[in-house]
Structures are given as C-alpha cells and as structure tokens.
C-alpha cells in the first residue's frame, strides 16, 4: 500500500485537531445580552471558570437582567447545569432597578416550581439568610453572584463583597433549578444559555 501524499497527511491532521478543540473553542467567546457583556472566562476566586453561555431576564417585555453562567466543565445541558459537584458561577448584571421585595418573591416562587416540599424545608434557613441578604432596592448596573463550592457551599456576592455563605450542594441545586428547571424563570432565558 502505498503511503499518503504529504499534502492529504497534513489536511487530515488539521481536520482531527479542530474537532478536538471545537467543543472548548464553543465557549471561549464572550456574549453580550440586552448590553450586559459576558467574557468568555472570570475567575470568582483562584480558578478560571468558562462561559456555558448567557441569556436575557425579561418582564412584560422590560429588561430585567443579563445572566452569564460559568462552570469549571462547561456543557450545555440543564441537567448538568444543576447536578454537577464542581465550581461554578451564576453572574447576574442588573438593567434596571428593582424593589428587593421582588427579588425574594421570585426566589421563592422558583423554588416552589422546580423543588420538592421536603428540599425546601431541608433549605429554608439557608434560604432565609439568602434574602435576608437583599437590601430593600437592587440598582440598576448592580452585579451579583451566585459562586458555589464544592465541600464550602455557595457565596452570595453584590459586587466583590462576600454577603452570606449557604452551605450544601443541595442549596446550590436548587438555586440552580429557579433557572434551569423543568419550570424556569424565564424559559427564554434559560434557552439562550443553553444556546437552543
């Protein structure tokens, strides 16, 4: 058998190295919803974690806020968006001002669509803590963050300061499940991050 023209050789190995690092390059770019922009990476601690994808939190058709969604794997699937036992970084930029009032309600309205009554009395006290951490209004331009860890639990953030620490990754879950459960916040939203 004779061998390969060098040519044919060199395309081949070019073709096989993009597919190895097509599904890394699909989340190396930034994005950028309703004029909230997301880089491709951010480092809420030591560790970079990647863009899975970013979408737009509207109501009634206003613009609400734009949410980045970073993980240390990133796949675009809900499932592993809410399961997975690694660092991850849910990045929340405020487009318009809300009432913190609100911000609770939503929470807890999440949480009834997408967990179980027995998770929600499990979580209540971290729950609790974590609107209790909202002040009575949430600014336009404001930044907040949902960082978990695994083993250390999930940091509330407004802006670089650390507001309350909600242990388990059962919280973490859950939380995750207001936006990408089987009942969504905004199922456009959670289409965008997914990139449906």
Same mark, same amino acid.
Request: avoid cysteine; aromatic fraction near 0%.
């Given at each position: 058998m004779r061998p390969a023209p060098a @040519? #044919? +050789?060199f395309s081949a190995t070019l073709v096989a190295a993009a597919l190895l690092i097509a599904p890394a390059a699909a989340f190396a770019g930034g994005k +950028? =919803? $309703? $004029? @909230?922009?997301f880089p491709g990476a951010t480092s809420p601690g030591a560790k970079s974690l990647r863009l899975v994808? #970013? $979408?737009l939190r509207t109501k009634w058709m206003v613009k609400v806020y734009g949410m980045g969604v970073y993980q240390a794997t990133p796949k675009r699937s809900?499932?592993?968006l809410i399961r997975a036992n690694e660092e991850k970084f849910i990045w929340v930029k405020m487009l318009r001002t809300i009432a913190g009032g609100k911000m609770r309600s939503a929470i807890d309205d999440g949480l009834e669509e997408n967990v179980s009554?027995? =998770?929600? @009395?499990r979580i209540k006290g971290n729950i609790s803590k974590l609107k209790r951490s909202f002040p009575s209004s949430i600014p336009k331009g404001a930044n907040i963050g949902f960082w978990y860890r695994p083993g250390r639990g999930t940091v509330v953030r407004f802006?670089? =300061?650390?507001k309350v620490t909600m #242990?388990?990754?059962? +919280?973490?879950?859950a939380l995750w499940s207001i936006w990408f459960g089987k009942e969504p916040a905004d199922g456009d939203l959670k289409d965008e991050v997914l990139g449906k």
């Open positions: @040519a #044919a +050789t +950028t =919803v $309703g $004029g @909230a922009r994808g #970013a $979408g809900a499932r592993h009554g027995a =998770v929600r @009395a802006g670089q =300061v650390n #242990a388990g990754k059962e +919280t973490m879950s």
